[in-house]
């Protein structure tokens, strides 16, 4: 009870924070358009609208904002990122349980006994392998989603017989059940009396689950991408691969950001794809299972907390990396719609060209 | 070798594209097509041989299991796609529409995204402390006096289930939802109020139809989901819950494969014709 109403508080505080850091809460400014196919989408899609989407604050929509519904969202707002976290924070608070406590409340004093003995492993599983392996996996998938997702954007850039089927396809991935996907490969696998391990089958199931997110991601962000800077770029002599170095790759900077982000996370995370396929060596969330079934112990929040916090201190820092890029290109994502019309893009490619020399 | 380079250069879409066919070629297509095959196998009742049978066909379509099982699966699909279509909305609108400030729309956005990068089976195991007979929620109804015993229904139950997918789940229909709620001509609504329409008139009359598409690809992506998931269900659903893919999980990992594949594909099946049906009235395409 009285962790849920801490919960809500912290939310408050949190936006009201930042409401009152950023000046928001008393001078609402014009509400600029953003368009994105999805969170990663948004935050560095919208960089590229935000210069052009503003409008005057229609009148329809201020006199919309303050009326009884608006209070009712702001509560169902704040209800639901309380349910959203609420579970995260039980497990952080329940792994400094103290040594002689349980899996649930009441704490019984409290203690980092629990984190020695994941970094101890006397009862628990070892835990340490395991991470390493789902490092070495989220990097590797990380790696490849980006890489093949970019050149897929550029492919749908120039338009190719057949890109429709191999859309669906995409889709298509994102749609087959995650089980099937698994059986299949390790089904494969006997059949080439090849043993699944977590880094051949397990790398091409996380794949398939990483790249559709990447694919759609930059697709989003190409569609974006204004064409008469390239012409621009080849009008004043710029080769083809000058052009993708300088031109195209720096705009797309942010949503490579992005899909870097979707591909480690999920695949960092990912658990029905591999349960079947790990072979000898689990991963994190697998070995995360196995232990759920057999010793549950408080250590397992403990290394709940640790994975999570570890999650969180990636996506804060691709947060800040998309920042800080947001910032150096003046009237990014962060900086306001100040950047008239027309001028977004040259900015932007002085900004990152500087660097470049 | 200049023939060469030209020839790579004309058709270079074709050598960018390459990577993803060859990844969903080898990791996709090739296994639905050795579950495909593995599917006419023969279960000898312990081990699968080749054989070209239909016997794992004919028990998934004749089998009343089958039946309780998409009734079951069907029924939890659409009580969790009821509900967080009308979460996902109401955040989508208050995002859009009550938000001024872009910044602060993508900051509140962005702290409803950020638990969909984190752990899965974390966010799982956290239901236990929350909701188990002697959890946060138990001990505060027990607490308050409002019953004397634990609720037996909040863990290991339906209830459980759904609760958890409506946790994991919602972000899928609220960012399709933002995407197209955030491209709504402005002055539309403003054109509407003029002429007088009230909030509830200008929500229903231009604010849902113009949301359709994302509707519609959030329902996608929630059925999809919900429907292939069998981890929450082993998990929550206390043993008790029946399921399309727990019971292909569990003829699986009983090495009935033929049976499992059969009905995998089975699944698969249904769930594209549902997709395909949900396509033709919205291009996803262009949604991008």
């Known amino acids: ?357 | 070798m200049q023939k060469l380079i030209t020839l790579f250069n004309r058709h270079s879409a074709y050598f960018q594209v390459t990577p993803l066919m060859l990844i969903l070629g080898a990791f996709l297509i090739v296994p639905l097509l050795v579950i495909f095959t593995y599917s006419f196998y023969e279960f000898t009742g312990y081990f699968t041989r080749p054989a070209f049978e239909l016997t794992a066909w004919i028990r998934a379509f004749t089998l009343d299991i089958t039946y309780l099982n998409y009734w079951a699966t069907i029924k939890i699909t659409a009580i969790t796609w009821a509900i967080t279509l009308v979460i996902g909305f109401t955040l989508a609108y208050f995002f859009v529409f009550d938000i001024l400030t872009l910044r602060f729309k993508i900051f509140l956005f962005l702290l409803t995204v950020v638990p969909f990068w984190t752990s899965g089976v974390v966010r799982m195991i956290a239901w236990l402390p929350f909701l188990g007979k002697e959890g946060i929620v138990n001990s505060a109804i027990m607490g308050l006096g409002l019953s004397d015993q634990p609720l037996e229904f909040l863990i290991f139950s339906e209830f459980a289930v759904i609760m958890s997918y409506v946790h994991m789940f919602t972000l899928f229909m609220v960012a399709p939802l933002f995407n197209v709620m955030a491209r709504i001509d402005r002055s539309l609504l403003e054109a509407a109020r003029d002429q007088g329409s009230n909030n509830w008139q200008i929500l229903t009359n231009i604010i849902i139809p113009l949301s359709r598409p994302g509707i519609i690809i959030g329902t996608i992506f929630v059925t999809a989901l919900v429907a292939s998931d069998f981890t929450a269900i082993r998990f929550l659903g206390g043993g008790k819950l029946g399921s399309v893919s727990m019971t292909i999980a569990n003829q699986y990992n009983s090495v009935q494969f033929p049976f499992s594949a059969a009905n995998g594909l089975l699944l698969l099946v249904v769930l594209l014709l549902f997709v395909g049906g949900m396509m033709r009235v919205v291009d996803i395409r262009k949604q991008l």
């Open chain 1, 1 to 357: 009870m009285s962790v849920g109403v801490l919960i809500i508080v912290i939310i408050i505080a949190v936006v009201g924070v930042y409401q009152w850091m950023t000046g928001t809460a008393s001078a609402p400014r014009p509400a600029a358009a953003t368009a994105a196919a999805t969170g990663a989408a948004t935050s560095s899609g919208a960089s590229d609208e935000e210069g052009t989407a503003s409008a005057p604050t229609p009148i329809a929509v201020r006199e919309m904002a303050r009326t009884k519904g608006y209070y009712i969202r702001w509560t169902v707002f704040v209800l639901f990122t309380a349910f959203l976290y609420g579970p995260l924070i039980v497990v952080m608070v329940l792994s400094f349980q103290g040594p002689d406590g349980g899996l649930t409340f009441p704490m019984q004093g409290t203690s980092i006994a629990w984190f020695r003995e994941v970094f101890n492993p006397t009862f628990v599983g070892d835990f340490r392998a395991p991470f390493g392996r789902s490092l070495i996996l989220a990097i590797v998938v990380m790696i490849i989603t980006s890489f093949v997702a970019f050149l897929a954007g550029l492919a749908y850039r120039r338009g190719f017989a057949g890109s429709g089927a191999v859309f669906y396809l995409t889709v298509a991935s994102l749609i087959v059940p995650s089980f099937l996907v698994s059986m299949g490969i390790g089904l494969g696998f006997t059949g080439l009396n090849m043993l699944a391990s977590w880094w051949s089958a397990g790398l091409g199931a996380h794949l398939t689950w990483t790249l559709p997110f990447g694919v759609l991601i930059m697709l989003a962000i190409f569609a974006r991408l204004d064409r008469s800077i390239e012409e621009a770029a080849r009008d004043q002599g710029a080769t083809p691969w000058q052009n993708l170095r300088h031109v195209v790759i720096p705009i797309v900077a942010p949503g490579l950001i992005a899909v870097a982000l979707f591909g480690f996370t999920l695949s960092y995370d990912e658990y029905a794809r591999t349960s079947l396929l790990t072979g000898q060596g689990n991963t994190m969330p697998v070995e995360m299972v196995a232990v759920t079934g057999t010793a549950a112990r408080p250590s397992l929040y403990a290394i709940g907390t640790l994975t999570t916090v570890f999650s969180l201190a990636i996506i804060f820092l691709t947060f800040g990396i998309l920042y800080a890029i947001s910032r150096r290109r003046a009237g990014g994502l962060m900086g306001g719609g100040a950047v008239p019309e027309g001028e977004i893009y040259g900015t932007k490619l002085t900004g990152s060209a500087g660097t470049d020399q």
